[in-house]
């Protein structure tokens, strides 16, 4: 017996916009919901607001440390 499940949602943060094109389709067809951020400050946003199942962090953000 199978149970079934929303799909899970990935945010991904980076401000690469060549990552975010890669990342998204190529997530997004494995069935993710995939949302984006751009910045740690709207990453933190979307954590706190619980828009995410899964982060995929860039450790290397303009507006603080990824850590």
């Given at each position: 017996?199978?149970t079934?499940?929303?799909?899970?949602r990935?945010?991904?943060?980076?401000?690469?916009?060549?990552?975010?094109?890669?990342?998204?389709?190529?997530?997004?067809?494995q069935?993710?919901?995939?949302?984006e951020?751009?910045?740690?400050?709207s990453?933190?946003?979307?954590?706190?607001?619980?828009?995410?199942?899964?982060?995929?962090?860039?450790?290397?953000?303009?507006d603080?440390?990824?850590?």
């Amino acid at each position: 017996m199978t149970t079934l499940s929303a799909p899970l949602r990935v945010l991904v943060v980076d401000d690469e916009p060549a990552i975010l094109r890669f990342l998204r389709p190529s997530l997004a067809t494995q069935g993710y919901v995939v949302s984006e951020a751009k910045d740690g400050r709207s990453a933190l946003e979307a954590v706190r607001a619980k828009a995410a199942d899964v982060v995929v962090l860039d450790l290397g953000l303009p507006d603080m440390d990824g850590l």
